[in-house]
């Protein structure tokens, strides 16, 4: 059942002090190496349903996170930027470049729109391998820790912080356009993109800001990503990445926008690792889930215990 809204802040405040007491509590640091990569991975996920339920279905979400992750791991080995500098600077190269980018397909048909997401996120990792500058197929090595004044982030629970402040920005984003006008409008084109624009809503207006959004915090993300692990390579945000993040997307619920990529990140990360399933068999597992989903969960694992709910945060 749907929180009423009595419950609702109480609830949130509950969460925000487990969430930031729970370094304390879990001391195993292979399970917080776990929780902060599904927090990043749950950024990206979540500019992923923001362009789905806009009729955008994309296969190159991996590359907005790889393109943020190497503009951060360019400017700091090669320039000496902070993290601090880097982390806006790669939101917003990545953005620019979806920005321009969207301005020739995002007027196209959805199956033109996949196909170049498709080819983009193999040209992505293809061109990084045969750049030198960026470290070729071997990717930049020895990515600076960030720090404040004599402080580096070195511990988990450093990280984790970190990852909980930026989740946490974003989520609070995309809330932001969800709740607004700007979300009403999403609404409307999910619903009925035809029907939208002729009663004047304009669609590419609105998808266009979405495939930004995404873009940008997918950027920070792989910012911090990339700090965090302090090396990159070109195939970590291949094809095959973008596909698992969108079925993070699947398992936790297409029609809740915050808490089903956070949720699905979760399970997507965690579970994998906990049965031991090595990256010669990922592929496998995953297939399996695709088709879990599609028999018995649908509407993911939160549409399955919030039957009532037809979408919602």
Known sequence: MRLSGHLKIPSLMLAGVILIFLPFVIKNQHLMHIIILASLESIVVMGFVAQHNLKLITFCTAA???????????LSTKLGLSFWSCLPLAGIGTALFAF?????????G?????????????????ALGHMDIVGGW?????????????????SKGAYYYLALGLTSLCAVIFAAFYKSAIGK????????????????????????????????????????????????????????????????????????????????????????????????????????????????FRRGVLGFFRKSTLRGL
């Open 64 to 74: 907005f996170w790889g393109m943020g992750a190497y503009i951060s791991g360019f």
């Open 138 to 154: 071997d990717g930049i090595t020895g990515i600076p820790r960030p720090a404040i004044g004599t402080f580096v982030f070195v």
């Open 185 to 296: 409008a999403w609404t409307a084109i999910n619903q009925s993109p035809e029907l939208a624009a002729s009663v004047g809503i304009n669609i590419f207006k609105y998808r266009m800001i979405a495939y930004v959004a995404a873009a940008f915090t997918s950027g920070l993300s792989g910012s911090l990503y990339a700090h965090y692990l302090c090396f990159i390579a070109p195939h970590t945000f291949g094809i095959l990445r973008s596909l698992y993040l969108s079925i993070n997307a699947a398992v936790g619920g297409l029609y809740f926008f915050i808490s089903g990529p956070i949720i699905g990140s979760i399970i997507l990360r965690a579970v994998p690792e906990y049965l031991r399933i090595t990256d010669k068999y990922e592929p496998i597992f995953e297939g399996a889930v695709i088709i879990l989903i599609a028999l018995f």
């Open 110 to 126: 959805w199956v033109t729109f996949l196909m170049i997401s498709i080819v983009l996120g193999e040209v992505f990792v293809e």
């Open 100 to 108: 321009i980018l969207g301005l020739i397909v995002i007027r196209s």
